[in-house]
């Protein structure tokens, strides 16, 4: 059995970790470089850093940021926010990114994840998906549409069709997040991680609404999620990532252990 991945999330706003709710109400809450750290000596499998403001603001990703966070932590690590082309993939690389994620780009130019996923590899390139529940209708058959521009703008994209064309594009991996269940720590939005888990044949990583271990045990199981983003519940130190993971391990959930 493949090891379930626990995964922090850095967003980065102006240089700092900050932290919202269901894309709103963003406040400062410390240095991601330290963040980062911290969350790999707790046993975190990855990181993801996310500059959130990078593709609103038309601007480069803080390519400093990056670097100083790649030099800190020796496990995969995932950077995404204001990547438009491959020079920009190429310099998160060569700052220390295993990963890049593309989203609102991708989107706008889907050709970005074939161009990345031949230049560098599919497993380097990760699909980025912030998602609304609305309506169901002829458009929007499943009932998620893909939003982008951190929640700003609604594409009118049907968020499985993206799912399935961007993994034939040649996308390694899916960050799915539920914008309706972001900040929340109510639970994933289990229904929306499951349908896109069971059409694609690509790893999904669950993202939104993290609060309790029990979240990531649903999330895992129900929602059948390779792997589990994790924010407020880490940042707020309400949980270790040891402990996350210990309740994990108690249900027979497989993850990677430290001890």
């Known amino acids: 059995m493949i090891s379930k991945r626990i995964i922090p999330c ?3 706003r102006g240089g700092k970790l900050t932290k919202g709710i269901k894309f709103q109400g963003n406040v400062d809450i410390g240095d991601p470089v330290e ?3 911290e969350y790999y000596e707790q046993g975190a499998d990855e990181i993801v850093f996310y500059d959130i403001t990078a593709s609103s603001d038309g601007r480069d990703i ?3 940021v990056v670097d100083r966070v790649a030099k800190t932590i020796f496990i995969p690590f995932s950077v995404g926010g204001g990547i438009r082309n491959l020079e920009d993939m190429r310099r998160v690389i060569m700052a220390g990114a295993e990963k890049v994620s593309v989203n609102s780009t991708a ?4 050709e970005i994840i074939t161009q990345g996923a031949q230049a560098f590899g599919s497993q380097c390139i990760v699909l980025g998906m912030d ?4 309506a169901i209708s002829e458009k929007i058959p499943s009932g998620y549409e893909i939003v982008i521009h ?3 703008i609604f594409t009118g994209i049907d968020a499985l069709w993206w799912a399935l064309e961007a993994e034939k594009l ?3 991996e899916i960050c799915l997040n539920s914008i309706d269940a972001d900040g929340t720590q109510e639970g994933y939005e289990l229904n929306l991680t499951a349908m896109i888990s ?3 044949h690509i790893p999904v990583i669950a993202s939104g609404g993290a609060g309790l271990p029990s979240h990531l045990a649903d999330v895992l199981t129900t929602g059948k999620a390779d792997a589990a983003l994790i924010a407020s519940m880490v940042h707020y130190r309400t949980y270790t990532i040891a402990e996350i993971k210990q309740y994990l391990h108690q249900r027979e959930i497989k993850t990677r252990m430290l001890w």
Not at 131 to 134: G, N
């Open 10 to 12: 850095l967003d980065v």
């Open 150 to 152: 951190g929640g700003r």
């Open 170 to 172: 040649g996308a390694g």
């Open 62 to 64: 803080m390519i400093d």
């Open 198 to 200: 069971e059409n694609v």
């Open 35 to 37: 963040a980062a750290r």
């Open 107 to 110: 989107v706008t130019n889907p």
């Open 131 to 134: 998602v609304k529940k609305v």
